[in-house]
């Protein structure tokens, strides 16, 4: 990584670790929720929790931690990468912020207090202990991206893929963070808290989305540059491209907050994602793809006469980016199948936000050596995302064929009215993909944690991972 990360300082190595630690504690608190969230439905068990219907309050809680607090704490990670991670009061106050931030907001959830409201994006309680943890965290992140984005305009150019992508992603962040204020400021005071939430979230959740997709082909590019190396990209894919591709999603990102001009601007945030996501995601992954065709056939990128290489498979890096791309791909694709409310939006946006998840678990592995930690189980590290990517597809295929035969989203147990085979076998499908995916989650917590608790076992250099004997990369590769 050395070509795109340059010299990290140790003050860089901390906050990496820091960001690391908190995206990798929020998975954690996402996957007790999730648990809660079962049991919140269990008979006998549910009367026992501290609210009636409790697993609202813990889905509220899971939602934040698995999507808001996982991905803009990864994003974190990237940024410290992207400045080079300078001293800095700002950057870390910025993370203590979102620390404590992300805290806070987790306790109401765990207590049952408020009123739980299921708006889309960014579900909240209607207390004022998560309001403030909500906003806590978004002053500590936006703190964390105006950093990046003055340490980067403050470098000579042309500036590295990474410090582009770091750049982009920030300012994706910070024009979110301005809807979600403007939105705020239009809100009529006697809008019930359904109402007002839903319109509160909407516009920059939106926009949140661009910055997730964003990051997500930032880690896409690196990844392949890990795992195929410089020489198996075509040309088309150079650094120069790559970062023209990653400044487009600022570029239509950038009219968002004018939106508000307009008296209904929901629907301009719908088309802004309808049009703006796909075409740049799209043509990334299928370059990608055949880039990574080639190298499996022996082709540009390996040597003259040489079989595939082998040592590809047992990278978590190479799986991780596999995965990401064919469910962005699925995502996509199950988005033309949305008619009326039902489960297949669930299933599409499930697919999207595991391409985001598994994107950033990949590349994840790559950086522990960044901040002087050996990676915990190497046998582990090799199945985990495919575990994860696996189970998560057929947890989306399960919803989409659910949804199309009519049931409907938000609803639980009984009121979804499963009442044919098809439905039926459509949740089954859902339940156990959803399961295989919590085993690759319980595995990627278990290895990182196991790496970042553990005593520092690699030297503090900016080099990958090397998995498996025999491979190809040196501390020495670029990415």
Known sequence: MTSVVGHLSREGQARLYAWLGLAVASLVGAGLFAALVALGRTPGIQDLLPAGDYFRWALVGHVNLAVVIWFLAFQGALWTLADGGQRSTPAWVGFGAAAAGAATLVLPAFMGWGQPVLSNYVPVLTHRAFGAGLLLFAAGIGLAAA??????????????????????????????????????ARLPVDAPPSVAFEKLAWGGGHVLQFANTAGMVLTWLLLARLTLGADGLPRILDDRRAKRLLAAYLAIALPAPFFYISEAPEGLFTLLMAVGLGPVTGTVGLILLWAVAARLRGGRGAREGAPPDASLSRDPGFSGLIFSIALFGLGGALSLGIRGSNVVIPAHYHAVIGAVTVAFMGLSYHLLPLVGRTIWSERLARVQPSLYGAGQTLFVLGLFWAGSHGVPRKTFGAAQGLHDSAQIAGMGLMGVGGLVAILGGIAFIVNMAGALLGPPGARLAPAPVAFGAGSRRTHDDPV
């Open 147 to 184: 950093h990046t984005i003055r340490t980067v305009l403050a470098r000579p150019r042309p500036w590295s893929l990474l410090a582009t992508g770091g750049a982009v992603t920030a300012g994706l962040v910070l024009i979110s963070l301005l809807c979600f204020a403007l939105a705020a």
